[in-house]
């Protein structure tokens, strides 16, 4: 495992859109497991492949619950709205209030290519959608209510 560089506020890579991941095999297990690595060592709760340059639909996300792995991630269902702090591994220092919703439900695949589906509330619904956002080159600042 490694710990790869985080790409930063004003590289352009975090405003494209990220292509499907089509192969399941170890190269892929080699990223998930240094995005992991990755994402804990910058103390973030998630990190999505852009961050790390890779231009594929696929994050990691460990709120204290475990590591969550999710690859061409769908938000399926959403329930309620939330308005909390938002920070990005990305924008450091910075923060600033979204509206999210309060539940969500997420369909995707894992590292092996099953199909998985994670819900998740308060918290964990923040970082699902701001994780996914990032796929589709949308960054939270771009969701600040205030
Ligand atoms: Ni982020």
């Known amino acids: 495992m490694a710990i790869r560089n985080i790409v930063k ?30 994402m804990y060592a910058a103390d973030g ?11 594929r639909r ?8 475990g590591v969550i792995e999710l690859v061409n991630p769908v938000i ?4 309620g709205v939330q308005e909390e702090t938002e920070g990005c591994l990305s924008y450091p220092g910075e923060y600033g209030i979204t509206r ?5 439900t997420v369909r995707a695949q894992n590292r092996k ?8 509330e308060g918290l964990l619904a923040r970082a699902l959608c701001h994780e ?3 796929l589709d080159g949308v960054i939270y600042k771009d969701r600040v209510i205030k």
């Open 113 to 120: 290519g099953e199909n998985i589906r994670v819900t998740g």
């Open 100 to 104: 999210r919703p309060m539940k969500v």
């Open 9 to 38: 506020n004003g590289d352009e890579i975090l405003r494209k859109v990220c292509r499907t991941q089509m192969t399941f095999d170890d190269k892929l297990a080699t990223i998930l497991d240094d995005m992991i690595e990755t």
């Open 132 to 134: 996914i956002d990032h």
């Open 58 to 65: 696929y994050c990691v996300i460990d709120i204290g619950e």
């Open 45 to 55: 709760v998630g990190l999505a492949a852009p961050q790390i340059g890779m231009l």
């Open 76 to 79: 399926e269902e959403t329930e």
